[in-house]
């Protein structure tokens, strides 16, 4: 099934993306951030807390103070150097009250740590992208959609359970949910954990326990079943490190969400979301992004063209941090009021213009959930819809609608319930992609072009003032944000001319030739 | 006393539809498990009419049963705020009219709920349903502070603005801990000598107006609220404390 688009607009809308994605970028490379610092010392090899419970890459990039902008990467392994220890030791012992950062000259030797360190912390990423490429090789890929679900019960050991039971019955994907507070923690949390509100914390140990528990079920089905988390708030680019290290294979990751739904402040959003995607396309992580939430406060009739004016400029965005289009998960979401009439044809138009635009890209398709009620068997009934729309426009991931939803969340059960209805329609209704046409001029082709039209126009907008005093306008999802306010300001800082992180001396030349991918 | 029992297909036939998962292996005898635990419930005459493996040690199940007891309606007290409906327009001719100045709500998600689903749904201009958020309303200066507000901040900013009523959306449902959260801005208020200045009004998915109140609350919104429910009863509540103070 194909629409009639205007050449010219679309043409014009990915050149537009391009013109305000690059300024952003030019942003990101002229500051860093205590997120990216503390980073480069976790892929250095450091992991663990202090005796008050302070993850020691926080300790390290804390005891840089007003010298954030040199970078943490020459200090530490300076220490190294001078102590003869290792970066975890060092950091150690800065948290003893031990080592104290070094003055701002650095010698050849700290150098070349560095810059091996760097080398050593790439190839364990690079390691286990391998490790997921022959598991991917050797089981083969699900057809799309992919059946996705939740897992959020709070409990980590429970979580992996449950992960494993939603495996079983037949999800491709698995996500789990992380504590709803996390995103405005400026740190991440340590260990395994048994607490958190609506979900539990991402942590390295809950990534590394979550995924051995899915690679135990991955060989007894002969399937791979993928796992997702959250690398978003404000500590973007270590949770993506994270989950590099323990081959996660999503993330979502928007380059907005943190600034317009968690008040993040947007140049800290900006720089990390930089590096946080350059990690993920080095690692293999499809990225997820959230345009599902512009329709949580905006009616979806209304709201269209927002989605797909920040379908472009995320993907633009990531592009430009090395991102291939096959793991730019662009979202979006089937938001309709059920009672409003003719709104499942608008959302078909939708659907279809989105798919057509991105057909590198696999799209992440978002269930209902504004205009779903305590009426279960009204919720059932719209996810059936959903997923009839998921399979007959091409969507690539689906994360499936829930009967519970906005009643509590997903019993075991439900979420079977859930991957049986998706399976039956799928399985069912795909060969309608390649059965229907939209009828030329007709209103599905007419709406389509309708979005698009808006798109462009916004598009245009925001690349005439830029990006931050869009934001600022709020010209996305209603909400205005200053480039000043919000969380987490205090955390970036230019960089010094002597600024120096080894790993964007090692990824950044590579960009271009990874995004091309 | 008119005790009634639930109405399947016949008057009388009390059939409630139940599912559930049972921790046991869907094997042979899973049928006669599920059974078992509807009698042991005190269902009477139960039929499982689906069984199916959830996971490798849970089975789920679907069944009927006849509901050994009924329930008199007129033992039961209600549930949901009892305001007289008023229209948009006769809200806002109500507060111009009894108070001559706009009405300040304040709202949040407070302490760990990031969900702002709830309150903007009440708050804001678009509202919910087809049916306007407070923000809409010229005699209504509707504030939404948005979420993860910590309850210090949300009586601050009461005082500071002057507010009417303090309205508080709690989405996250998981180990009761909307309760908790629900409570400590009462202790606050309480704490402070503030109570009696606001109307003090929770919404949410898991809140009844009998829930809210327990909690101390003076009323609470369940699924399904529009502004103009809340906004009808804020008005009305105010005019009738105006009033009895005199």
């Not at chain 1, 949770?239 to 947007?266: H, K, Q, V």
Request: charged share 25%; hydrophobic share 45%; aromatic share 6%.
């Amino acid at each position: 099934m194909k629409l009639d688009l205007d050449r010219g607009l679309t043409e014009e809308a990915f050149d537009l993306a391009g013109r305000i994605a690059r300024p952003v970028v030019e942003f990101a490379k002229g500051h860093t951030t205590v997120a990216i610092e503390r980073t480069v010392v976790r892929l250095f090899g450091v992991d663990g807390v202090d005796d008050l419970g302070v993850p020691l890459p926080n300790v390290v990039v804390d005891a840089l103070g007003p010298r954030l902008g040199e970078g943490v990467a020459l200090p530490l392994a300076q220490l190294c150097v001078d102590t003869g220890r290792s970066p975890q030791q060092v950091a150690e012992s800065i948290a003893a009250g031990e080592g104290e950062v070094s003055e701002s000259r650095h010698s050849a030797e700290a150098w070349e740590l560095a810059a091996r360190l760097a080398v050593e912390g790439d190839a364990r990423i690079a390691e286990r992208r391998a490790e997921r490429d022959e598991l991917v090789a050797r089981y083969g890929d699900p057809p799309t959609p992919w059946l996705y679900v939740i897992v959020a019960t709070g409990n980590i050991h429970e979580d992996a359970r449950q992960a494993q039971a939603a495996a079983r019955a037949g999800a491709d994907v698995i996500a789990v949910i992380r504590s709803t507070a996390q995103s405005l923690l400026d740190y991440v949390p340590y260990g395994e954990t048994t607490e958190g509100f609506g979900g539990t914390y991402a942590t390295q140990a809950n990534f590394r326990l979550v995924r051995a528990a899915l690679d135990e079920v991955v060989e007894e089905l002969g399937r791979y079943v993928r796992l997702t988390n959250y690398a978003s708030g404000l500590c973007m680019p270590e949770i993506a490190a994270c989950g590099a290290l323990e081959r996660l294979d999503m993330m979502l990751n928007d380059s907005m969400y943190g600034i317009l739904f968690r008040d993040i402040n947007p140049q800290r959003t900006f720089c990390d979301q930089y590096v946080s995607r350059m990690i993920n396309g080095r690692a293999g992580i499809v990225i997820n992004t959230g345009e599902d939430n512009y329709l949580t406060t905006a009616p979806g009739h209304e709201a269209g063209h927002t989605v797909v004016a920040s379908n472009f400029v995320n993907r633009a965005l990531a592009l430009e941090a090395g991102i291939p289009e096959c793991q730019i998960g662009l979202g979006h979401a089937f938001e309709i009021d059920p009672d409003r009439p003719g709104q499942l044809m608008e959302e078909w138009a939708i659907a279809l213009l989105i798919r057509q635009l991105f057909p590198g890209c696999p799209l992440k398709y978002m269930p209902p959930t504004k205009h779903v009620t305590g009426d279960i068997f009204r919720t059932q009934s719209l996810g059936t819809l959903f997923n009839l729309i998921g399979v007959a426009t091409g969507q690539h991931i689906q994360l499936l609608s829930i009967l519970t939803e906005a009643v509590h969340t997903p019993f075991l059960s439900d979420r079977m319930l859930a991957i049986q209805d998706a399976r039956r329609v799928f399985d069912s209704a795909r060969p309608l992609r390649d059965s229907l046409q939209a009828v030329p001029g007709g209103p599905l082709e007419q709406r389509a072009g309708v979005v698009l039209r808006d798109t462009v126009e916004l598009l245009r907008q925001v690349a005439g003032v830029g990006m931050f005093a869009a934001i600022e306008q709020g010209w996305f999802a209603d909400t205005p944000r200053r480039a000043d306010g919000g969380r987490g300001l205090e955390g970036v800082a230019e960089r010094d001319p002597g600024y120096h992180n080894p790993f964007l001396e090692l990824w950044e030349p590579q960009l271009r030739r990874w995004a091309a991918a | 006393m008119t005790v009634v029992v639930p109405y399947g297909d016949t008057a009388g036939d009390a059939m409630v539809q139940l599912s559930f998962t049972l921790p046991v292996p869907p094997d042979a005898r899973a049928r006669e498990v599920g059974m078992q635990f509807l009698r042991n419930n005190g269902f009477l005459e139960p039929q499982v009419v689906h069984v199916a493996a959830a996971d490798r040690d849970m089975t789920f199940y679907v069944a009927y049963a006849k509901a050994p007891m009924g329930v008199d309606p007129e033992e039961v007290t209600e549930t949901e705020v009892e305001a007289p409906r008023l229209t948009f327009a006769e809200i806002n001719a109500l507060i111009e009219r009894e108070l001559g100045r706009p009405l300040v709500v304040l709202g949040a998600a407070i302490e760990s709920d990031a969900h702002t689903v709830g309150i903007d749904a009440i708050m804001n201009m678009k509202g919910f349903a087809g049916d306007y958020g407070l923000e809409r309303y010229p005699w209504i200066d509707a504030v939404n502070l948005g979420a993860q507000v910590p309850c210090e901040r949300l009586v601050r900013e009461a005082q500071e603005r002057r507010a009417d009523a303090i309205l508080v959306s709690q989405v996250v449902t998981q180990k009761q801990v909307h309760a908790r959260q629900l409570t400590k801005l009462v202790d606050l208020l309480e704490a402070e000598g503030l109570r009696q200045r606001y109307i003090l009004v929770a919404g949410g998915p898991r809140l009844s107006n009998t829930f809210a109140k327990e909690l101390g609350y003076d009323a609470g919104f369940g699924p399904g609220s529009t502004p103009s429910t809340v906004a009808a009863w804020i008005a009305q509540e105010l005019v009738k404390r105006i009033r009895t103070e005199g």
